[in-house]
């Protein structure tokens, strides 16, 4: 079990190619699946922590995205996104 600090902090120490949501207390749209096999959906706004309605888990939303380096994809090109250094 973590504690919402410690996810937090978790957060920040994220390893590898990666993108950060900065959350703008805005609304989302996700899929979430949860340890105990539970697959929903969420549509809400400020989505901090979402909690699992069959067993009861909280989980902190990470702002942590996984980047997955892929090679060229034609079917994708025009959602290309280049970031500035």
Request: charged share 20%.
């Amino acid at each position: 079990m973590t504690t919402t600090n410690e996810a937090m902090t978790l957060e920040h120490q994220f390893a590898g190619p990666h993108g950060w949501v900065q959350w703008k207390g805005t609304n989302v749209c996700m899929d979430v699946h949860c340890e105990c096999g539970e697959m929903s959906h969420i549509d809400a706004e400020f989505c901090y922590v979402v909690q699992c309605p069959c067993c009861g888990r909280r989980y902190w939303v990470n702002g942590n995205v996984e980047f997955i380096e892929v090679v060229e994809d034609n079917s994708y090109v025009a959602r290309i996104a280049t970031w500035r250094s």
